[in-house]
C-alpha cells in the first residue's frame, strides 16, 4: 500500500524559504518519477514539479523555475521541495504525488502560507 506523509509546511514571511519533505513507503521508491503539486484556495491542482527515479529529468512549473528546487534521497525513500524567494502566490496546500500501476497516489498535503 503506497503511504506519501508531507511535512515542513508553515507560515512564512514573503521573499522567505520553506523546505517540504514527503516520506513514501509501500513501494520501490527510486523506481518511480515523484512530483509536487499544489493547490490554492479556489484554483485547481497544479503540478509545481517532478523528478525521475534517479534524480534525473527534472521538471518545473513556470511560475517556480528559478525559485524551488526538487530533489529526492533514494536511501532515505524521500523527496524534498526546497522552496526561495516565496511570494503571496504561493500559498498552498502542497501535495507529494506518485503514479502507480495505472493509479493516483496523493499525500494528504502540507499548508504552506506566505504572509506579512
Known amino acids: 500500500q503506497v503511504l506519501l506523509v508531507e511535512s515542513g509546511g508553515g507560515l512564512v514571511q514573503p521573499g522567505g524559504s520553506l523546505r517540504l519533505s514527503c516520506a513514501a513507503s509501500?513501494?520501490?521508491?527510486?523506481?518511480?518519477?515523484m512530483a509536487w503539486y499544489r493547490q490554492a484556495p479556489g484554483k485547481e491542482r497544479e503540478l509545481v514539479a517532478s523528478?525521475?527515479?534517479?534524480?534525473?529529468?527534472?521538471k518545473y512549473a513556470d511560475s517556480v523555475k528559478g525559485r524551488f528546487t526538487i530533489s529526492r534521497d533514494n536511501a532515505r525513500d524521500t523527496v524534498n521541495l526546497q522552496m526561495n524567494r516565496l511570494n503571496d502566490e504561493d500559498t498552498a496546500v502542497y501535495y507529494c504525488?506518485?503514479?502507480?500501476?495505472?493509479?493516483?497516489?496523493w499525500g494528504k498535503g502540507t499548508l504552506v502560507t506566505v504572509s506579512s
Open positions: 504525488y506518485v503514479r502507480r500501476y495505472g493509479g493516483d497516489n
Open positions: 509501500g513501494f520501490p521508491f527510486s523506481s518511480y518519477r
Open positions: 523528478i525521475g527515479g534517479l534524480g534525473d529529468n527534472v
